[in-house]
C-alpha cells in the first residue's frame, strides 16, 4: 500500500530484551518471531528491530563491524529471513535499524585505514594531525563523555569518534564512503525489509575545516554531560548532510513501499530534514521524550512542527531505548500507573504523524531499577550516578510473571528481571479487559479505524497546566480530544454543543454541556449532527 507508512503505528523492538530463544540470556531473532502473533493481536502496523548486525557489542550493536550479516548472538540471516516472511505473512512491515555515521573499530575498513597513511581505506575515516602541542585538532566532544578524538600510534594522527573512542566517525566527505553505505542499505533492501530507522541521522558529515564549536546558550547547559555545553555547529549538522539523505530517498523511491525514519536532534531539524518529501519520509526528535510533560509543551512541538514543515510527516514517541521509560519518568502527575498508561497512550495514538511504540509500553511498564554493578551501558557507567544510562529501560520483556525470569530466559538474563517489572507481564493483563494492553490494543484499533486521526488535521482548542484539548478533522468529519494532566478533576465548560457520544473515554462524564474529566482522565468525542 503506498504511503502505509503516514499516520501508522510502529513497534519498536530491542532484540536482546524481547525472547531469548537460544538459552543464553540475549533475546534473538527466533526469539522475535516465536511473538509475532502477539504483535499482530496488539494490531501495530510495523516493527523497527534496533541493531541486529554483527558486533562487538560495545555500545549493544551500535558499533557495527559488519553492515550484511547478523551477529552470531541474534542467529543469521536464514533465521531473519524467516522472520521477515513470517512477519509480512501477518501483515506486519519490518524496520531495521542502520547505524551509518561510524562504524566498530572492530570493522575491517577501519582496521585497513588505521594501519598507515597510504591505503585503499586511509581516508574513510575522519583523521587529524594534533596541533603543535599534541592536543587533539579542535575542541569537539563525544556524547559518552571526553573529547572526540583518538590518538592512534599506528597513523600518528587522531581519529574522530562522535560516540565510544570504538565507535570511529566515516568519511562521508569521500564518495567511495557514501557509495559503499548505500549498496549496505541496499542489501537490506533487496533482501525484503520495508524500511530503515536511520541512527544519528544528522551526524554524517563534519565541518572539512574543524572549526572550533561554539558554546552553548547558558540557559541550556547541561551539567551532567559537557557535551551540551557546546552548540555543535561544525561537528555535525552540516549542508552536505541534507544531500546525502537525498540519495537515501532516491535509493528508497526506486523500491516499492519504503520508508526511512530518521532520529533527529531538535524539532527544527525534524521538520527540516521531512520537507519537500525528498529527503526523510518522517522523522522524531527528542523533544517529547525529555522531563517536560505538560499541555502547553505537547501543543508547541506539534504547532511548531507543522508551521515549520506544512508538507513534513513527524513521528511521535514517548519512550524509546535511550530514555527513561515515560511512565517512570513523568511519574509525578500519575494519580494510578494504570489511569496514568491510559492517559498518556490515549494522547499519543491521537496525535497528527507516525506513533513509534517501545516494547513493554503496552504493558506500562516501568523503569528498571539498575544498580551501579549490574550497568552494561557506557554512559551509565561513565556519568553515574547522576545519570544511570539506558539500561534501566532496556531490561527483559515481561511475558509471564509465574516463569523463571518472567519467561524470557530459563537463564539468567543479560539484564535482570526485578519485581516491579514482573507485575506488569503479558499474562496477567491479557484477560483482563481494562488493562493496559487490552486499552492499547482497542486503542490502536479505533486509530486505524479512524479517518480523522490517521489523515487528518490537527487544531487545538485549548491547553493550561492541566488541560488539553485538540480536534483532529477530515472529510468534514470532526473528533474532539480531551484530556486531563492532573490528579484532580477538570472541567470544560461551553466547549461545543454535543451529546453523550463518547468514542473512547476514561473518567469522564457529560453533564450540563460540560466535560468532567477525573484524575488523568480523557475523552473522545464526537458531535452528533
Same mark, same amino acid.
Given at each position: 500500500?503506498?504511503?502505509?507508512?503516514?499516520?501508522?503505528?510502529?513497534?519498536?523492538?530491542?532484540?536482546?530484551?524481547?525472547?531469548?530463544?537460544?538459552?543464553?540470556?540475549?533475546?534473538?531473532?527466533?526469539?522475535?518471531?516465536?511473538?509475532?502473533?502477539?504483535?499482530?493481536? &496488539?494490531?501495530?502496523?510495523?516493527?523497527?528491530?534496533?541493531?541486529?548486525?554483527?558486533?562487538?557489542?560495545?555500545?549493544? @550493536?551500535?558499533?557495527?563491524?559488519?553492515?550484511?550479516?547478523?551477529?552470531?548472538?541474534?542467529?543469521?540471516?536464514?533465521?531473519?529471513?524467516?522472520?521477515?516472511?513470517?512477519?509480512?505473512?501477518?501483515?506486519?512491515?519490518?524496520?531495521?535499524?542502520?547505524?551509518?555515521?561510524?562504524?566498530?573499530?572492530?570493522?575491517?575498513? !577501519?582496521? /585497513?585505514?588505521?594501519?598507515?597513511?597510504?591505503?585503499?581505506?586511509?581516508?574513510?575515516?575522519?583523521?587529524?594531525? $594534533?596541533?603543535?602541542?599534541?592536543?587533539?585538532?579542535?575542541?569537539?566532544?563525544?556524547?559518552?563523555?571526553?573529547?572526540?578524538?583518538?590518538?592512534?600510534?599506528?597513523?600518528?594522527?587522531?581519529?574522530?569518534?562522535?560516540?565510544?573512542?570504538?565507535?570511529?566517525?566515516?568519511?562521508?566527505?569521500?564518495?567511495?564512503?557514501?557509495?559503499?553505505?548505500?549498496?549496505?542499505?541496499?542489501?537490506?533492501?533487496?533482501?525484503?525489509?520495508?524500511?530503515?530507522? *536511520?541512527?544519528?541521522?544528522?551526524?554524517?558529515?563534519?565541518?572539512?575545516?574543524?572549526?572550533?564549536?561554539?558554546?552553548?546558550?547558558?540557559?541550556?547547559?547541561?551539567?551532567?554531560?559537557?557535551?551540551?555545553?557546546?552548540?555543535?555547529?561544525?561537528?555535525?549538522?552540516?549542508?552536505?548532510?541534507?544531500?546525502?539523505?537525498?540519495?537515501?530517498?532516491?535509493?528508497?523511491?526506486?523500491?516499492?513501499?519504503?520508508?526511512?525514519?530518521?532520529?533527529?536532534?531538535?524539532? /527544527?531539524?525534524? +521538520?527540516?530534514?521531512?520537507? #519537500?518529501?525528498?529527503?526523510?519520509?518522517?522523522?522524531? =526528535?527528542?523533544?517529547?521524550?525529555?522531563?517536560?510533560?505538560?499541555?502547553?509543551?505537547?501543543?508547541?512541538?506539534?504547532?511548531?512542527?507543522? #508551521?515549520?514543515?506544512?508538507? @513534513?510527516?513527524?513521528?511521535?514517541?514517548?519512550?524509546?531505548? %535511550?530514555?527513561?521509560?515515560?511512565?517512570?519518568?513523568?511519574?509525578?502527575?500519575?494519580?494510578?500507573?494504570?489511569?496514568? +498508561?491510559?492517559?498518556?497512550?490515549?494522547?499519543? &495514538?491521537?496525535?497528527?504523524?507516525?506513533?513509534?511504540?517501545?516494547?513493554?509500553?503496552?504493558?506500562?511498564?516501568?523503569?528498571?531499577?539498575?544498580?551501579?554493578?549490574?550497568?552494561?551501558? $557506557?554512559?551509565?557507567?561513565? !556519568?553515574?550516578? #547522576?545519570?544511570?544510562?539506558?539500561?534501566?529501560?532496556?531490561?527483559?520483556?515481561?511475558?509471564?510473571?509465574?516463569?523463571?525470569?518472567?519467561?524470557?530466559?530459563?537463564?539468567?538474563?543479560?539484564?535482570?528481571?526485578?519485581?516491579?517489572?514482573?507485575?506488569?507481564?503479558?499474562?496477567?493483563?491479557?484477560?483482563?479487559? /481494562?488493562?493496559?494492553?487490552?486499552?492499547?490494543?482497542?486503542?490502536?484499533?479505533?486509530?486505524?479505524?479512524?479517518?480523522?486521526?490517521?489523515?487528518?488535521?490537527?487544531?487545538?482548542?485549548?491547553?493550561?497546566?492541566?488541560?488539553? +484539548? !485538540?480536534?483532529?478533522?477530515?472529510?468534514? =468529519?470532526?473528533?474532539?480530544?480531551?484530556?486531563?494532566?492532573?490528579? /484532580? %478533576?477538570?472541567?470544560?465548560?461551553?466547549?461545543?454543543?454535543?451529546?453523550?457520544?463518547? *468514542?473512547?473515554?476514561?473518567? +469522564?462524564?457529560?453533564?450540563?454541556?460540560? *466535560?468532567? &474529566?477525573?484524575?488523568?482522565? !480523557?475523552?473522545?468525542?464526537?458531535?452528533?449532527?
Amino acid at each position: 500500500m503506498k504511503d502505509w507508512w503516514r499516520g501508522s503505528v510502529i513497534y519498536q523492538i530491542y532484540p536482546r530484551s524481547f525472547q531469548d530463544s537460544s538459552g543464553n540470556g540475549i533475546g534473538d531473532i527466533k526469539g522475535i518471531t516465536s511473538h509475532l502473533d502477539y504483535i499482530s493481536d &496488539l494490531g501495530v502496523d510495523a516493527i523497527w528491530l534496533s541493531p541486529i548486525f554483527e558486533s562487538p557489542m560495545k555500545d549493544m @550493536g551500535y558499533d557495527v563491524s559488519n553492515y550484511t550479516d547478523v551477529d552470531p548472538l541474534f542467529g543469521n540471516l536464514e533465521d531473519f529471513d524467516e522472520m521477515l516472511e513470517s512477519a509480512h505473512s501477518l501483515g506486519i512491515k519490518v524496520i531495521i535499524d542502520q547505524v551509518l555515521s561510524h562504524s566498530s573499530s572492530k570493522h575491517p575498513f !577501519f582496521i /585497513e585505514s588505521r594501519s598507515s597513511k597510504n591505503n585503499d581505506k586511509s581516508d574513510w575515516y575522519v583523521w587529524a594531525d $594534533p596541533k603543535e602541542d599534541g592536543s587533539p585538532p579542535n575542541n569537539w566532544l563525544s556524547i559518552f563523555g571526553g573529547v572526540a578524538w583518538e590518538w592512534d600510534t599506528s597513523r600518528k594522527q587522531y581519529y574522530l569518534h562522535n560516540f565510544l573512542k570504538s565507535q570511529p566517525d566515516f568519511n562521508f566527505h569521500n564518495p567511495d564512503v557514501r557509495k559503499w553505505i548505500l549498496s549496505t542499505t541496499k542489501f537490506w533492501l533487496q533482501r525484503g525489509v520495508d524500511g530503515f530507522r *536511520l541512527d544519528t541521522v544528522n551526524y554524517y558529515f563534519h565541518d572539512l575545516l574543524l572549526r572550533d564549536n561554539p558554546s552553548q546558550e547558558p540557559s541550556l547547559l547541561s551539567l551532567t554531560n559537557p557535551y551540551y555545553m557546546q552548540n555543535h555547529k561544525y561537528s555535525i549538522n552540516q549542508k552536505e548532510n541534507l544531500d546525502f539523505v537525498r540519495e537515501l530517498r532516491c535509493l528508497l523511491d526506486s523500491y516499492k513501499d519504503r520508508t526511512m525514519v530518521g532520529e533527529i536532534s531538535n524539532l /527544527e531539524l525534524q +521538520a527540516e530534514y521531512t520537507s #519537500k518529501k525528498d529527503k526523510l519520509h518522517m522523522a522524531y =526528535s527528542f523533544e517529547l521524550l525529555r522531563k517536560d510533560f505538560s499541555p502547553d509543551h505537547i501543543r508547541n512541538c506539534l504547532e511548531n512542527f507543522f #508551521k515549520l514543515s506544512e508538507d @513534513g510527516f513527524p513521528c511521535w514517541s514517548f519512550s524509546n531505548h %535511550d530514555v527513561v521509560r515515560h511512565s517512570s519518568r513523568w511519574s509525578d502527575q500519575a494519580y494510578s500507573e494504570d489511569a496514568f +498508561a491510559k492517559l498518556t497512550s490515549s494522547l499519543l &495514538l491521537s496525535l497528527k504523524g507516525s506513533i513509534c511504540l517501545f516494547q513493554g509500553e503496552e504493558l506500562g511498564q516501568l523503569e528498571t531499577d539498575i544498580k551501579f554493578h549490574e550497568l552494561t551501558d $557506557p554512559p551509565g557507567i561513565k !556519568f553515574w550516578p #547522576k545519570d544511570k544510562g539506558r539500561d534501566g529501560c532496556r531490561t527483559p520483556m515481561v511475558w509471564d510473571s509465574n516463569k523463571t525470569n518472567g519467561g524470557f530466559s530459563d537463564v539468567k538474563p543479560w539484564l535482570p528481571v526485578k519485581s516491579p517489572q514482573l507485575e506488569k507481564s503479558v499474562t496477567s493483563q491479557k484477560d483482563n479487559p /481494562e488493562s493496559v494492553l487490552n486499552h492499547y490494543k482497542n486503542l490502536i484499533n479505533f486509530r486505524k479505524r479512524s479517518k480523522e486521526i490517521i489523515k487528518g488535521d490537527i487544531k487545538f482548542i485549548s491547553s493550561d497546566d492541566k488541560r488539553l +484539548a !485538540f480536534s483532529r478533522s477530515y472529510g468534514g =468529519s470532526t473528533i474532539f480530544c480531551f484530556f486531563n494532566f492532573s490528579k /484532580e %478533576d477538570v472541567v470544560y465548560k461551553e466547549i461545543i454543543d454535543m451529546k453523550d457520544n463518547f *468514542l473512547f473515554s476514561s473518567f +469522564a462524564t457529560l453533564k450540563d454541556n460540560q *466535560l468532567i &474529566l477525573g484524575p488523568n482522565g !480523557f475523552a473522545f468525542i464526537k458531535p452528533l449532527n
